[in-house]
């Protein structure tokens, strides 16, 4: 069991930025950000995983976002740049007590946050 807990969200303009942190506690083969906006389905932002700290991201956010994680203070972060009114959406962390399988899926996951609202406006 894998607990976690998000902080970081807010209101920002468009092309602003907003870095959103995790605090997790337990084990986990990987840990990842989502989002869901309203009306739609749970979206994978960002992975991260293995020793040398692996990351993957969605297209959506490539080169816009980055994930990072303190191992020593079991925190995960999602830095986030030039974000965008699509980018609105409830972002979650999340965390996989078994490797395999699409890293995007939500149900790979067992372990949730609360969630940390990001709302972009023009």
């Known amino acids: 069991e894998v607990s976690l807990v998000e902080s970081g969200g807010g209101s920002v303009q468009e092309g602003g930025s907003l870095r959103l942190s995790c605090q997790y506690r337990?084990?986990?083969?990987?840990l990842a950000w989502f989002r869901q906006a309203p009306g739609k389905e749970r979206e994978g932002v960002a992975v991260?995983?293995?020793?040398?700290?692996?990351?993957y991201y969605a297209n959506s956010v490539e080169g816009r976002f980055t994930m990072s994680q303190d191992a020593r203070e079991k925190s995960l972060y999602l830095q986030m740049t030039s974000l965008k009114l699509e980018d609105t959406a409830m972002y979650y962390c999340?965390?996989?007590?078994?490797?395999?399988?699409?890293?995007?899926?939500?149900?790979?996951?067992?372990?949730w946050g609360q969630g940390t609202q990001v709302t972009v406006s023009s």
């Open positions: 991260i995983f293995g020793i040398r700290g692996t990351t």
């Open positions: 999340a965390a996989a007590s078994s490797p395999g399988g699409d890293w995007a899926n939500p149900q790979l996951y067992n372990n």
């Open positions: 337990g084990f986990a083969y990987r």
